[in-house]
């Protein structure tokens, strides 16, 4: 049983309390974008074995949205932030590093700055 | 016009706990931004009483408010002032960002009473009764077997809880039957 805090009301919810959202941090490609980047958009999706960071919402709860970042091999969370990002916060991949050394997940890598360049 | 009528009408059970159906309440949901003064002096004139803390219920003689998610407040009012209320609200609220309805009538309400209270909550909802944890103005939002529910513990240790009226039926069945003589487990 996975079990989230919902970074807005605090609650340690279990998963039967939550409802999946998907990967999370997608860059959206609308209108005007080329075919490559809406088929991307729509249908290219991480699958790793290993640090994932997906979007939750607290459907019977407080309703909103969140995310969290966990391992998808051992079930551990390492944690869960707001919604109101582009990207994991420091706080959260520095949990990462520290339990997973080296650990990667598209461009973002325990080696990456908040700006998402390498150090 | 035809008389309001709650959804089962104050139906009763007596098992381990006694769970009824609390007939007609008013219930304005309201949603704006809690740290606003505007907003907390609307929230004091209409139920008498502050904006909840994070997961609380705070009551007074009037009504009672209760924290429903970081934006959205539910408020607590005798049924028959309802309208009068939710008028003098937006009025008081006109200008500022939210949203005030009444879902009165949207809604069942329902009380369980008794020693098993408890336990008949803990085996159909997924959050921890303990004593220690879950104390009297605890208020909070998840799901009582399959549908949404909310519910909040007073001092009289009597759990009230709320759904949606479409599944008062459905409530009151779950409750009946984890409130049976029979079904006790003796945890709590």
Known sequence: ?????????????????????????????????????????????????????????????????????????????????????????????????????????????????TEGQRT | MSDPVSALNGKTYSGSATVTENGLCGMIVLRGTFTDTVFQQAVRDIVGCDVPDIRKLVRSEIGSAAWMSPDELLLLVDYSQTEAKLSALRLALAGTHFMAENVSDARACFTVTGAAGREVLAKIAPVDLSPVVFKSGDFRRTRFAQIAAAFWLDEADTFHIICFRSVAEYMFNLLKTSAHPNAGVGVY
């Open chain 1, 1 to 113: 049983m996975l079990i989230l805090e919902c970074p807005y009301c605090g609650v340690k919810a279990e998963e039967s309390e939550l409802s999946a959202g998907g990967e999370a941090h997608l860059t959206r490609f609308g209108p005007g974008s080329s075919d490559d980047e809406f088929h991307d958009y729509l249908f290219v999706r991480e699958n790793p074995k290993g640090v994932h960071f997906e979007r939750w919402r607290h459907a019977n709860g407080c309703g909103k949205w969140f995310h969290a970042a966990r391992c998808t091999m051992t079930l551990e969370v390492f944690g869960t932030y707001s919604a109101q990002t582009t990207e994991p916060p420091q706080e959260i991949k520095d949990v990462i590093t520290a339990k997973r050394p080296g650990w990667s997940w598209r461009n973002v890598s325990d080696e990456t700055n």
